[in-house]
């Protein structure tokens, strides 16, 4: 209550109303937190364990939120059971111009069309190397470049696989991002099966020189994509022994805010307008893969409920943002129990 009614308000007129300015203000404060001793939520009641990484509980923050990876230790203490950093590139990046970043607050939701600014694989790997053993599982989001063409795509993703190999928990195959230029284009068979064989090349080459399990890889796909074009999906992801998906990204529609002064905003929506798709995609693809795929539910998840109906849709794992965004810090812990 303090949050939403207090300090929800004052933030979200700060710096002029601009979201990010005050996203990169909030990032630092847990940056300079995340130095002190905090403690990260511990139960051994909520643990789960997911392709071989024991979660301490089943909410993750999704990607987005902390692509450079600089406040983890405060994500931990906030209650979070993993954080998925990134998303990332090879290249470093500043992204699209600004404003990028768009409230829309009677609809509890946002629009962004970043463009995957970061500091590059080769930064974020320093900074996860010189935290040492991060105290919750970490995840790692990887895009491709936007400079570089969507033919050497497979590069680009490779190159910030193995420089970030010893880093991640896991890793997220970001192919359905729409504020990179021809990137969910990558999810159609032949260009995502080209890409899995690599990332799986290079992660069987690994672990087996290591004789370590290899990494989880997980696809993150798009809810704008039709049950046909899902079933595809699945069945090149199965191909290649990909542990599991993340569904979903931030959608192109805009029906959930048609007559909103920005739903015209090129990017990708979030929040409380996706979440019935969201929670679609996921039951589909329950249905269709059946018991034994790992599935991480995003979209639209705000309270214990939201998160309840996820877990009922067939997705083991939940990640928030906007909800974090919207409904405060004390969301993650309430969450966090409920799902327990």
């Known amino acids: 209550m303090l949050y939403k009614h207090i300090l929800r308000p004052i933030l979200f007129r700060a710096a002029g109303g601009?979201?990010?300015?005050?996203?990169?203000?909030?990032?630092?404060?847990?940056?300079?937190?995340?130095?002190?001793?905090?403690?990260?939520m511990r139960d051994p009641s909520l643990e789960y364990t997911l392709f071989g990484v024991r979660f301490p509980n089943r909410v993750g923050l999704a990607a987005g939120m902390d692509k450079n990876g600089v406040a983890i230790p405060a994500w931990a203490a906030m209650g979070f059971g993993h954080v998925e950093v990134g998303t990332v590139t090879w290249r470093a990046q500043p992204g699209n111009p600004r404003p990028?970043?768009?409230?829309?607050?009677?609809?509890?939701?946002?629009?962004n069309r970043m463009g995957f600014n970061n500091a590059s694989s080769s930064a974020l790997a320093a900074r996860l190397k010189a935290l040492g053993s991060p105290p919750i599982p970490v995840g790692v989001s990887l895009g491709k470049s936007k400079v570089t063409p969507l033919e050497q795509a497979t590069d680009d993703y490779c190159a910030s696989f193995r420089t970030l190999y010893d880093c991640g928990s896991y890793f997220a195959i970001n192919v359905?991002?729409?504020?990179?230029?021809?990137l969910r284009s990558l999810q159609d068979r032949?260009?995502?099966?080209?890409?899995?064989?690599?990332?799986?090349?290079?992660?069987?080459?690994i672990s087996h020189?290591?004789?370590?399990?290899?990494?989880?890889?997980?696809?993150?796909?798009?809810?704008?994509?039709?049950?046909?074009?899902i079933s595809e999906l699945l069945e090149v992801c199965a191909e290649h022994g990909v542990s599991g998906l993340i569904a979903t990204n931030t959608t192109l529609d805009r029906a959930g805010v048609a007559g909103h002064l920005r739903a015209g905003e090129a990017?990708?929506?979030?929040?409380?307008?996706?979440?019935?798709?969201?929670?679609?995609?996921?039951?589909?693809?329950r249905r269709e893969a059946g018991p034994g795929l790992p599935i991480i539910g995003v979209g639209g998840i705000f309270t214990p409920d939201d998160a309840l109906r996820m877990r009922e849709a067939g997705a083991d794992l939940i990640q928030i943002y906007t909800g974090l965004i919207y409904e405060g810090p004390g969301a993650v812990r309430r969450i966090a129990r409920a799902l327990a």
């Open 18 to 40: 601009d979201a990010e300015a005050i996203h990169e203000f909030t990032l630092t404060i847990l940056a300079l937190l995340g130095r002190l001793p905090l403690p990260a």
């Open 100 to 111: 990028r970043l768009f409230r829309l607050p009677q609809h509890e939701a946002l629009i």
């Open 176 to 182: 359905s991002s729409p504020n990179t230029p021809g």
């Open 190 to 205: 032949a260009q995502l099966g080209g890409l899995l064989a690599a990332l799986q090349m290079i992660n069987t080459r």
């Open 209 to 229: 020189a290591r004789h370590s399990p290899p990494k989880p890889l997980l696809v993150k796909i798009a809810p704008d994509l039709s049950d046909p074009a």
């Open 267 to 285: 990017g990708g929506l979030s929040g409380r307008p996706l979440a019935g798709r969201a929670l679609e995609v996921v039951r589909f693809i």
